[in-house]
Every structure is written in C-alpha cells, then in structure tokens.
C-alpha cells in the first residue's frame, strides 16, 4: 500500500486542522509514492527510536512530538535532527507526525486515550472546539467509584507505564476524588477549565513550582503529576490499533517497547 | 531597630540592581519607620507561612520568591494574596522579597548556597554579571571526589531537604561526575552555559520534557532535577545568620521550618 | 450590612463589565465579610480624603477615580499610595473605585448627573455601547431655551462647583446654542462624536492647544473646558443617594465636601 | 534675498538635527529659489495668520507649530491645511517651521526667551541635549528675588501675553519660590526633572488633572498653568530680531499681533 | 464645470472605498470650486507629464499612480514632488489619483481594460472583493482560440504599447494556452489565483528572479512579463473616453502619449 | 577528502559570519564524514540542476542560492524542495550554499567577480562592512576608457551570458559613463549608495518601475537591469577555480552549464 494511502488514513483520524497554528503535523519524510509495509508508533523521534525503525525494517514511524517544531534552514548530517533524516531516507522510511491534532481528535486521540486507560465515564473535552464538541484538549469525566487522592494516586500508577518520577500528588492525601480531569503533555494551563468543570483533580504533566503552589492556597482542583512520555503512551496502541483496522490489515502496526521519557533514576524521598 | 535599617542591611546583601527588569523585589508591605524585632525567613509567602509570621509575633518576613510578581490594581481581603497583605498590615508585619538580585548575589545568596550545601570547591557563577564576575546566576564548581551520576543524586538527596519528589537524573547512571552546575530554581536555560563550562551535570529544578530529551541526545551534562523548594532553602539559614551578624544581633532571625513544596504523596516507581 | 452586600449594589448600579480593559475598578482594599455602616464618596482618593475618611469613621470610600490605575508589585508605606493602603486597612476602612463603569452606566453615572445638573433634556449617550443604548460615554441633550455661548459659560459656571480655573470657552461669544454634548473628566476625543450629533458646543475637561486651535479652524460645535473634577462631582450625591435607597437605608452615605481639584489659585485676565 | 539664505540662517540658529525624531520642522511649502523680503513670526499657522501673510505682502511665515505635523498624502484645497497650502503657493509665500529644534536651540530658542522674560537668572537646559550642555528641553534658572507662589503667578501674568484662562497655580498659595523652572508648550513630562534640580515651581501648560493631582500628594515644585500659546510667544520677538541682525538687515522682520490661543471667554471663579 | 463634478464622476467609476487600506487616492491637489474645461489622463505624474498638463492648457491631470503614496510632512519647491505640486496650483490644475480603486473597479478599470485589449472573453476577477463578485484585482478569461506561448507572447507584443524590455515569457515555448490570467502593475502576487483558477498563463509585470524560478519547478500556468506602464496604459483610453460620455461631454479629454516606462534602451539577446 | 575539509575550504573564503541574520548559508544536507571527489557549482538549486549533479556522479553542489531560504518543518518527497533533498540524500551528494556571504566575501565573492568580469579598475565595496572595508555588499570601479550609456549596455551584454531578456538600460543613451557601480542579484536598495559614490551608472537586477520613474526624475546614476542569473554567474568559475586550488586540486570541480534564468521567450521591442 502506498504511505500516500496511510496518510489518508491518519489524517482522516487526526484532522491536520485540528493542529494549533504553531505546530508541525504531517509528514517530515518520505516519499507518499512508495509502498508502506509496516508502522511504529512511538511518542519521540529519538535515535534510538530510529535504531528500532531500522532494525525492525518499518517504513513508515509514526509519532506524537514532531521533529522539527523550530523550522529548519537544512537537514545537515552533522546536526542530531538532521542525522536521524539522513538514516530515515536512506532506509526508504518516513515519518509522520500527529501531535496537537491528535491531542484533540474525538475518538482515538491522545486524551480519550488517557482518560479511557484510568476508567473514566462520560468523558467529554476540557477544552471542547468551536466546530465539534466533541473534539478538543483535555478530558473530564467520571470515576466509576470515589477515591481517595492518595488512593487515586496509585491508580495512575498502575495504569500508566512505570516512570522512575512516578506519580505525584499535590492536596490533601484524604480528599476524595470523584470527577477527574486529565490532559496528556503540558496541561498545566487547563487548570481553570478543570476547576470550572468541577474536577476534583486534574492529571498531566511538566508542572512546575509556582501554579502548583499557587493553586495549593485556593478552592479548586488537586494536582497529580506523571511524566510527559507517561500521560501521551496510551495512545500508542490505540492509534496502531485503529490504523490497522481502517487499513483492513494491509499493513503491519507495531507500538515502540522504548521508554522514551529522559529521566533514568530517582533517589531520596 | 526601625524596618528601614533593617531593610538597608538586606539590600546591602542583595543589591535591587541585580534583580530581572522583571522581577519585583523590595518591601511589599510594612512601614519603614515601625520598629522590626524579629524576622522569620522563607522560601514562599504562603497562607501558613503568614500564619506562622503571626503566630510568633515576627515583624518582618523576608521571602525568596515575590508576592506579587504580576502586579495588581488592589490587595481585596476577598483575593488570596490581598488577604495575605490585610492580615500582615493589621498584624504590623512587613513582607521583603529577595529574588533574582538573591539569585546572582556573590557571596551568600542562594546560588552560593546550594553550592556550598553540596561542597562544591572553586564555585564560580555560571553566568556572570558584567559588572562583577563574583555575581550571577548559577553556579558551577568541582567535587572533593568524582562519583557516579547516581552517587550524585545520593548525595543531593542528602544534602537538599526532603520531598515527595526527591531527586531525578537524566543520563547514565554510572557516569563520571566531576564538574557540577547549579541553580537554584528554574535553571533549565543554563544548561549551554553549563555545557560551555565542561559541567557534567548540571542540577536545577522544573525541568520540562522536551528539554530533557533533546539533552539525552547529544554529548552534554547529564541533569538532576529537585523540587524547586529544595533547591533555593539553603539560602534561608545562610542569609538569617548574615543578617543577625549585619545588624550586630540587635534582631533575632528565625527560618520557617515549613515544607512549602506543594507535593504532598507519590505513587509508583 | 457586610460590604460584600455593598459592593453588590454597587456593582448593580456601575455594572465592571462596562469599563474600559485598562481601566481599575472594584474593590482596592477592605474585607467583604466585615461591617460597613457608613459610605463616604469622592472624586479622588486622596491624602485628605483618606484623613476625612478615618476622621468621620467612615467604613467604605467610594472613589471615581482609581488609586491604582498603574498596577503595582506591593504597597509599602513609604510610598504615597501604599500609606493610605495601610490608613485605610488599618482603620478597618475598604476603597471602592467606579470609574469608567460610572461613566458609562445608563442611569445615575457620570455623565447622566452632569446632563442632569445642567438641564439637559433628551439626553442620551454621545457614544453608546453597542449592548445598550441607553449607556455610554457622554451625553448630548438640549438646552430647554437657546443661548449664547457666553450665557452658556456663565449657566455651566452657577452649576457645577467653583474652581480656580472657572469656565473657559472657545468660540464666537455670540454663537447660539440650542444642543449640548458633555463628557465628565478628558472627554477631548469625542469631538468627533459631538459634531456627528449637531452639538453647538462640547462641555468637557483636560482640553490640550492643539485639538481646540484646529477645532477652532473648523465647523463644527465650540468648545467649554472646565476642571476635571467639577465635571465629575455631580455624580457624588447621585451615586450617594442611589445606594442609599438601593439598600433601603441601611447605610449612611455621606458626600465628600474637599474640593480635590488641585488647583489653588489664579492671577490675570 | 534668496529664500535659500533666509532658510540657511534660521537653519543656523534652530539646528534641524535639535529637533525630536517625529517631528516635522523646515520648509512646509515655497521655492527656495525666489526672493524673500519681509518675514512674518507666529505660533500658529492659523487661517488669520495666512490672511495677515497675504494683507502684509510677507514672503515667509515662521512658526513654531507645524502645518502638517501629521504627514499628508495630498493638499486637497477642500482640507483646511491644504486651503492654506493652496493659498501661500499662489500667494508666492512660503512656510517655515521651527518647533523642537527651536525649543531646544541653546542661545535665542523657545525656552531660553521664557525664562529671559521671567527674568531668571542662570538659566540652563532642565533636560540638556549629550551633545550640549546649553541646549535641550526646558530651562530652570534663580528669581532675582524670592516671592511666594502667589506673588509669582502675579508676575507671570505680567510677564506672558494676557489670555482669557490667566495662570492658575498649584500649591500653597504662601509657598516661598526661588527656582524655577519653564517649559515652553505642553511640558508636564519634564515635572521630574523639574524636581531633581531644586526647581520650587514648575511653569509650563496643558497640565491635565491627574499629574497634578498627583503632585500635589509629595513633595516637589508646584506646578504653574499658563495658556501653550502665552508661553511660546516669548520667543517671536527674539527669533524675529536674530533673523534681522543675522542678515544684516537685508529682510524685513515682523511678529504676528494675532492672538492664537483659541479661548475667547471665561466664566465663573 | 467645477471641479467637484469631475471628482463626482470619477469616484462614481472608481469607488475609493475598492482602494487598499495602504494607498493614496483622489485629489492631491486643485480646488473643488474650480472650473475644469480640460483634463489628461496618464499612468505616472511625472515632470514630463505636468509640462504636458501645463503645455496643453489641462485643468485637471488624472494618473493612475500617486504622487505622494509615502505621505509629507511639506510639499517645498526644491523637493521633486513638492515642484510639480508648486507648478500645478500655480498654473490652476488638479491632480487626481485612481490607484487600487481602478485596479479593481468592475466595468471600466485597469484589469478590465487589460483583458479587453487583449480579447479575452468572459473576463472576471481573480481576487473578487467580498461585496461584488464583479470587482478585485486581476482578470481571468479565454483566448477565442488557442494559441502556443510563444504566439501569446506575440500577441501581447501587438496589443500594447512597445516597450524597449518587450514581453518576455517563462515555460516551454510551445505550451497551448487557452485560459489566460491578467493583472496590471506588479501582480506576481496573484500567482496561486491564477493557478487555482485554471489559468495556463499569468501576465503581469515587475515579476523577479525568485518568484518565476520557483513557478518554473512546478505544475502551474506559464508566466510574461511586460512593462509595468504597458500593462496600465490600455485603461488611459477607456477612462477618458468614459469620464466625456459621464460629464456628457462637458470637460474635454485627453490621454497623454507620452511613453513613461522608464527604460530607454536595449542590448543583447 | 571529507566533506568536512570541503566545507572548511568554502568557509575560509566565504566566512558565514559575512552573511545577513535572515539568510540561510551553509550545508542543507550531506554527511561532513562522509567523502567527495567532485563539486559542481550553479546559481540556483533547480531540479534540472540536480539532475546534472546525480548525472555526473557529483558528491556536492554548492549554489548561491539557498534551497530552503524559508525554514520547513520537514522535507517530504511530495514537495518540490523536499523531493531534491530525498534524491540528494539517496544519491549520497550534499547541498551547500554561500550567499550573502558570498555576496559580500572581499576577494573572490559574487559582486567581485562581476566587476572583474566587465573590467572595472580599482574596484571597492559600494556598502563596506564595518570590520573590513574590503568586504561589503556591491563593488564601484572604473571603466578603462569612458564610453556611452549605449555602449556600456553592449559592452554588459558581451561580458555577461545571454539571457531572453538581455540588458535593458534607464537613461540618456547618450551619456558618458566613467564610474560603474554593480550589485549582483536584487541590488535596486543600493542606488542611494551608488549615487553617494559617483557613480555614473549602477548595474543590477529584479528593478521594478517605481523606483526605476523616481530615478529617472533626479539626477543621479543611470541605471542597467540583467537578468538575476547573469549578474551572479560570474562568480561561478571563480570559486570553483579558487576550491580547486585551496584544496590542492584534491577534488575535481566543474561549473554546471545549465542556464537557470527562467526567462524562455521574447516579443517585441
């Protein structure tokens, strides 16, 4: 099958209009006229997910970060970013990115992911779009029973890949959780929609002192932090898994057993 | 002793002119002709800290990181931080922030202080002011011994105040470390400065994914992430003593003993 | 009755979604949950309003022009607006501010009392909003019986309170006027808007030499120029006996008797 | 005499590069190739100064204020400053501005003959140019003898052309006044600077409300009012006498009698 | 006739209201209440063209481009366009500009008049304006007969005035082309209307290096190139000949034949 | 010898720091370990002109044109400029451009090369660098004898290669030009400085009519209009002779013999 088909296919899934204005969806390279055989999906174009691209002959890496966010002059082998399009090119496969059009798909996207993997019911858009409210960032929606934080905590951990950061909790260990809003990557900006939405917690990622501290003196939502690569996972296997389905099995789909996230040890606490 | 002598002493220390365009440092609240009789220090102006101002009858509160950092057209009881200001009028206590110009000051702010916590010999700043190479941010300095990056995260761990997040590294973890970064707070755009002084770890705190990963790409320092409370409390017992020094102990000095790291509970890992 | 109650009626009367996005209005200082049992308004929150405002015991002054319309990082005392937020916190006192709310408010703001006080019948905004006509910047209305341009002066000068500056007008003394635009405090800019609706004559304050030389040049309505402050003081006991009324009595309102125009003498012509 | 020539002197003593970067001084309209006998001086170029350009036979209109300050994409003669236009050309008159420039010339400037008819001694620049001390914005100088500020505004009015809004002061009236300092036209900016030099009272115009209100809370010079056009007119006489003597008499000079402060009545106070 | 109808009439078929937000149209300069018995058209005010207007007694010059579209602060004589603006009023005559306004007028602007000149059947704009599908910039139409790009280039060649550069064309030589796009002036910006459009040939002028190389990459019409005052000069004609039947022939008109490209010679090719 | 040593060779000549802040110079794609035994040299990266490189085996094209002078976020094959960097990857042959600093290099740079190769005598930057005054932006020289605008534009047209539009001259054909000014590429910015120099005529390319008119109004240099292409072809054997010798004729280099102006055709004139 052509990539060109498998781009339509993707892109039917995670409409590039989705995207912020400042994004870099689509395809970064290859070529939409040569045959597409079999698909990884992984959260970061690393080396060493290239390696894996290569060693397990995929044509075609599917990601949710894009490569080059910052628009590039040239794609020299002696830049890191370059080298990987260099091995990518050379090995006949491609790479296509769906980032924030995926976070905001409908069905299959990263959030629905995310909020499906920790069991919430009726999960709507934190941040619905104009055009579909059913589309849009972030999630909230219902825990099937009340939990404490400390309690809803360990469910995260369970339920997410294991991060040597793990999980953790900013409010009162005891506060029941019962609403739970969620966005996968850098949701720290979605606090206030979660508070107008009535979450008891929201969970994301890449929080930092000063809002968490500052939402630690008000009324509002509890906070729970996971690493980056964590919260984004959950869509690897969905997004393959669909894929495989619209492409009635033409092509081969296969998820990154990488752990992408940078951190490689903790200690204390 | 009046607050405006006591001011005077600080501002010797921790001259405003160091301060960020930005930044908002310098007395928040309090009258400079009222007489000051003890001051309490803490990282962060918040709800319990003042609570603690109060409740040990402190006339001064001297902060690292601003109250009001974005600026405000009143200070209503019915706002968090306006009701922060009524309760320290009423209680005759002023609140004084020492922040960026406490970032870069030379000898006992709180850049040198984390890295005499840590031992660093040879601290000089990462980024040095133009007027005076002993000033700037960060710092950068040599180990007694070299240890493996994960000796290092046991020794920060030690060294730094306890917190539910502990401490991460990024890299190998039997890497050498010699050369050791620092910076207190938000450091994460030091890290070519680090690079460029042949750091092979540079320690801060909130660091984000992307930058992270990018650095787990190429040749450069490993990194060590700590809660951003934990990096910057070292300065507090260091500048109470200088102070009660300054001012030939006719002030008693006191450090909050207050955790004012939001994280309250982990999970996993 | 607690000042939340207050600032209800207030804001019921002077609606904060009517100010301009620069503007600074609301509550400055003071406690929504604590007692007032008498209002004291004025133009200016100044020095010796602050004094009358302790003097007389007054619970809430009620300003029309901002303390803070530059936002500030803190209110130390030995900064002059600082120290009458400590007088007024101290004394238990809060700071209410309508301003350009008050200008624009349909009923019993700003420029509705100066059409009031001058006669004016018909009057209705010069410069509506786009929600509702009935409120905006400026008033233009007529005259009951025509007169020159010099009785003019003399009518606006029995009707509005002595000032040092008195009455300037621009234009043939002789010139009848028969429709009449005014807008309370540094209403220059809408000259356009007064001639766009057949005025004989512009009544404002703060007019510069330019815009009145090149008006001068023109067709178009004269000009009458008084101080900013006696454009807005018949708004005093407006707003004063609307909230008196709008809380059945409960408060004792007061109206403010210092002339804050900060002129203070004149010699020649 | 070539206008060219007349242009070259007036060039000498109001260096165009003197003047503010959005200002719009030298030839408005004429051909430096005709021949110029007599000049007329004023501040404004008003319809009656044209008139009085054409009923006198001048050749060239000096003035202080630009024609066409904001920059024009024709000079239709149904648009007043183009009418004028229209009527210098086929009058064979031209038009020459110096405003900034001639506000900052060090000897026989603007600024310089306000404070020369105020008699003050020691007169230098409140805002000195780098490149000269002697020139700049503004000047500040000694009264022979000190007078309290009443009697001051009594001989500014004696001093300055008389208008229908007089001086007005702000401050105790008894105030005793030694230095002071002048800004000739809208010069409310320079309160500052005013300041820093000792100044007890500041004389300039178009003073709006809220400057002086705000003065008038600290300490500081008072602050003087006077009509934009009384305090330029000083500088017509000298600017005029300087032309004459710097060619030797070879064009005829004179200064507009016409009153361009646009107030014509005063009522009230 | 006043001038004011001939104004009339020309924005009757050039409505101000089509021009760009950046440009400078209508009367540069005249007088509204002047009688006009004689007016020339032209593509640029130029000095050799106000000879013409002042030689052959015009009372009124109408060009396509303006004099001022970089707006004065003056119009002297010894600035190129402030001579020919002193040598039309003194000789009594108007200038009035009809730039982007006849670029996009519907019936008888500068793109209709091109494509007329050049035959094309069923012309309408490439770039409608959203109130009138019938106005905008540029014209794309058919060919009666299909002819190759080197026979268009011909065909140009013979339609419009001769110019040194003459026509040049950009794609294979031998490409039929049947629908052709056309834009007066500087129209390389139209260059996806035209593709999108279905054109096989864009005309215009002013087309650089870049633009037309990168065009030469891709799939997309051919490109010719004429002299900017080619392109323009077929309205001169239409505008006169409509403006004498609108005043029912009581202005008498003119279109000046005086060639205002500015290149003078050729060598090579 | 690696591409790297190629690379440093090229940057000794045409130091990058030369370049504008909004160029983009350098290598675009290619691997610096990677070797190269033969460079082709051409204005513009075209696909006719890759072509040529994969033809003859090439392993670097240097162009003074940039490929992606527009930063992308990716180069997929299904885009004309992505599709040259896949078949340059997979033909294993790098990209390498040097533009402005090629423009502006002080001894065998583009602008130096052209006033070499129509023969101009001491021959110096028209707009100097401030480091170095042998390096900048355009060249003014001296022709060996005087001769005519018309024979100057004869004399172009035999020195430069032939292009469809040839050499088009504004001016008096008559005129006597001693002193040249050229500038190759779009050098239409630099009339200013070529008239500053005494330059009786300034040879460039990309002139549009606006400027052109103006010139052609005031006095001051004519000017000559190329095509883009020729005006920078000189420098093409220049710097492929200078590669060869600074590496010692280690690689083999050759100029590409393709015309990259994309002008095909000419009528008319």
Redesign the interface.
């Known amino acids: 099958m052509p990539l060109r088909e498998v781009i339509a296919a993707l892109d039917a899934r995670y409409d590039p209009a989705l995207a912020e204005s400042w994004d870099?969806v689509?395809?970064?390279?290859?070529?939409?006229?040569e045959p597409v055989g079999r698909v990884l999906f992984a959260v970061?174009p690393?080396?060493a997910v290239v390696d894996e691209v290569i060693g397990t002959g995929a044509d075609l890496l599917v990601t949710h970060?894009?490569?080059?966010?910052t628009?590039?002059?040239?794609?020299?082998?002696?830049d890191?970013k370059?080298?990987l399009?260099?091995r990518l090119?050379?090995a006949g496969a491609?790479?296509f990115v769906a980032h924030t059009n995926a976070d905001r798909a409908p069905g299959s996207g990263v959030n629905a992911a995310l909020a499906d993997v920790l069991g919430l019911l009726d999960a709507r858009p934190l941040e619905p779009t104009t055009a579909d409210p059913r589309a849009g960032l972030g999630r909230v929606g219902e825990l099937p029973e009340p939990m404490t934080?400390?309690a809803f905590?360990?469910h995260?951990?369970?339920a997410?890949p294991?991060?040597?950061?793990?999980?953790?909790?900013?409010?009162?260990?005891d506060r029941v959780i019962r609403r739970v809003a969620v966005c996968g990557?850098?949701g720290g900006s979605l606090l206030a929609a979660a508070a107008a939405a009535g979450a008891d917690v929201l969970l994301t990622?890449?929080l930092?002192?000063?809002p968490?501290?500052?939402?630690?003196?008000?009324d509002g939502p509890a906070?729970c932090?996971v690493?980056?690569?964590a919260s984004e996972w959950p869509w690897l296997p969905v997004a393959a898994d669909r894929l495989s389905r619209d492409l009635a099995g033409q092509v081969e789909v296969a998820v990154s057993q990488l752990r992408?996230?940078?951190?490689?040890?903790?200690?204390?606490?």
Do not use: F, M, N, Q
Request: charged share 20%; with cysteine.
């Open positions: 870099a689509g395809l970064v390279c290859g070529d939409p006229d970061d690393t080396t970060h894009p490569l080059l966010l628009p590039v002059h040239g794609v020299p082998a002696d890191l370059g080298r399009v260099h090119i050379r491609g790479l934080l400390s905590a360990g995260v951990a369970a997410l294991t991060t040597v950061g793990g999980v953790r909790a900013a409010g009162d260990p990557g850098s990622s890449d930092k002192h000063h968490v501290s500052d939402a630690g003196e008000v906070l932090d690493a980056h690569y992408t996230d940078p951190w490689t040890w903790r200690a204390g606490a």
